[in-house]
């Protein structure tokens, strides 16, 4: 009874281009690797391991942030959730992948954080005191939990949205949206801890309320400006170009603009808080990250992290135009690399503003590897949700 | 005997019925022309041609002002004014303004929404003409109109009649002044 005129199945001619689009993201991805592989040996190992974990934070919100986006449109509803729907579960398939990302730092745990040399902690009452949280098993095992987590989520959207394309959205898409509420308190939950674990204790002695709310707000972002990029690559040929139309677009355009709002009003309420308080405890943060050159960064993101993106998306015009948004979206991601070196690097470079080859290589790397792998997920089922309920609105949605 | 009119108006069952009318008349070179519906229909805007108006630039302006003005009061106050050493911080310690900065940025671009849409909607207005069509008291609860204004350049009452019973309505009628 499959009454679709649209066949939403990835046609011959785009398969051959997501391929191509791969194996340049898998060539790039593997140079990647065997330069920075070099570096691990010209560098150091300290070096590596600090450049890494920057450019992983990144590949952690192309991953999660599309989970939030997926349990979201369950919850809500919405013309914009069923055209991202497909890519935000080929996003979260991911995660094997990005849990094996994250061996290097398990490895480097040493190299990145003071907390588990026992000499340091031992002259350190106030490290001694944080023992209890910040000690390499239950580091790990808090890792664990959190990538446990967003796999069973993952593998539940993933296997139910399958079953609904297959049998109809009768018997299956209640145990979506029911998983979706409880799934976006987890996942609010384990991104703020995960962003205390594995950002947070590289300064043990520094502490911020908002950290966790700011980078759930950044992966949401993250993913939105991928999300579009992606979706705007999409549209040139069937079947996307049958589906998508500048409504669906400004939708997504919106939440960017959202978001870019929402991480400015986070990013700065922990810069005020702190700056007014001026307290010995907290204010050394921002001491390392407003001087020696730092501050010009952080001048870069305010502009181009916030005012202009923000100025831009104010227009709906611009909203409705595929290639603008799109250049908007991929020059916020470029933004939300620097943002994170900003946050990251001054923890390990107090004195001097600086940046080490790896900080380039490492990214590339990363984001090649983990591209090839989200077009190869992508690429196996059809591009829209074949029995989603409501789909013909969402397709009316669109038409003029 | 031609008593100016405000206008001709049709009366329609369902909203795809206005829509594919407002878009007929469009075609047909008619530009004064207004739709009257129980509820938003968003189509209606594209088929109208009703998205650009000078709202979003007054809003816009509006905010820069209450901005601005927000800025420099607690500028004035704070530095010229009443100068107070507070932990040592500079008299212009701009991080602290930004906070009412914001507010009033909202609260002016807010209010100059609220205001500017009753202003450019030409509101309150008590007396319309359409209310002389008996049965336009229908639109706030299932029927739909669209009324060509005498002011349009192509109106010619035989002739809009005419064409406005060409797109199928229940009714046609004349909308006095």
């Known amino acids: 009874m499959m009454a679709n005129a649209v066949d939403y199945s990835i046609t011959p001619q785009l398969r051959t281009d997501l391929r191509q689009w791969r194996i340049r993201a898998l060539v790039a991805g593997v140079l990647g690797t065997a330069v920075s592989a070099a570096g691990f040996f010209a560098a150091g190992p300290t070096q590596f391991y600090r450049s890494y974990l920057w450019s992983y934070v990144f590949i952690i919100a192309l991953t999660i942030g599309p989970l939030a986006w997926l349990m979201l449109q369950y919850v809500t509803g919405g013309a914009w959730g069923l055209v991202i729907r497909r890519a935000c579960e080929a996003a979260t398939r991911t995660l094997p992948l990005v849990l094996v990302m994250f061996l290097p730092i398990v490895i480097g745990i040493n190299n990145l954080y003071p907390w588990p040399h026992a000499k340091l902690v031992a002259a350190d009452e106030l490290l001694r005191h944080k023992a209890p949280y910040l000690n390499v098993p239950f580091f790990l095992g808090r890792a664990a939990f959190y990538f446990a987590g967003w796999m069973f989520l993952a593998w539940w959207f993933n296997r139910w949205s399958l079953k609904e394309d297959l049998e109809g959205h009768d018997a299956v898409h209640t145990k979506m949206s029911r998983m979706a509420g409880p799934g976006l308190l987890f996942w609010g939950f384990s991104v703020t801890f995960m962003a205390v674990d594995w950002v947070l204790s590289v300064d043990p002695k520094w502490f911020s309320t908002i950290f966790g709310m700011l980078f759930m707000v950044s992966q949401c972002l993250t993913a939105m400006a991928f999300l579009i990029t992606l979706m705007v690559l999409l549209s040139y040929q069937r079947p996307m170009s049958e589906v998508l139309t500048h409504r669906h677009l400004h939708d997504l355009g919106k939440f960017l603009l959202a978001m870019v709002m929402v991480w400015a009003y986070f990013s700065f309420s922990q810069f005020l808080i702190i700056w007014a308080g001026n307290l010995p405890e907290e204010i050394p943060w921002y001491l390392a990250r407003l001087n020696h050159g730092w501050q010009y960064v952080g001048l870069l993101l305010v502009v181009g992290h916030f005012a202009l993106p923000f100025a831009l998306l104010l227009s709906r015009d611009l909203k409705r135009n595929f290639k603008l948004l799109a250049s908007i979206a991929i020059f916020i991601l470029l933004m939300r690399f620097v943002d994170l070196y900003w946050l990251i690097t001054p923890s390990f470079r107090h004195d001097s503003f600086g940046v080490s080859f790896l900080d380039f290589t490492i990214p590339v790397a990363l984001v090649g590897l983990w591209l090839a792998y989200f077009l190869m997920q992508l690429e196996k089922r059809p591009l829209m949700p074949l029995n989603a309920p409501h789909l013909e609105e969402v397709l009316e949605h669109g038409r003029d | ?177």
């Open chain 2, 1 to 177: 005997m031609n008593k100016p009119i405000y206008g001709v108006m049709a009366e329609f069952d369902n909203p795809s019925a206005l829509v594919n009318a407002a878009r007929a008349a469009r075609e047909k070179g008619y530009r004064e022309l207004d739709a009257y519906s129980p509820f938003p229909i968003e189509e209606l805007s594209d088929a109208l041609h009703l998205h650009k108006n000078k709202l979003p630039l007054l809003v816009l302006v509006g905010g820069i002002v209450g901005g601005t003005i927000g800025y420099a009061l607690q500028y004035f106050v704070t530095v010229m004014y009443y100068p107070i050493n507070v932990g040592g911080r500079p008299l212009h310690s701009w991080p602290a303004y930004i906070i009412i900065t914001f507010e009033m940025t909202i609260l002016f671009a807010a209010l100059t929404a609220v205001f500017g849409l009753l202003g450019l909607c030409g509101l309150p207005m008590p007396y319309h003409p359409t209310f002389n069509v008996p049965r336009f008291a229908q639109a706030s609860r299932n029927r739909f109109f669209l009324c060509i204004e005498s002011t349009d350049p192509l109106f010619d009452h035989q002739k809009t009649c005419e064409f406005l019973e060409t797109l199928d309505p229940r009714e046609v009628s004349e909308v006095a002044h």
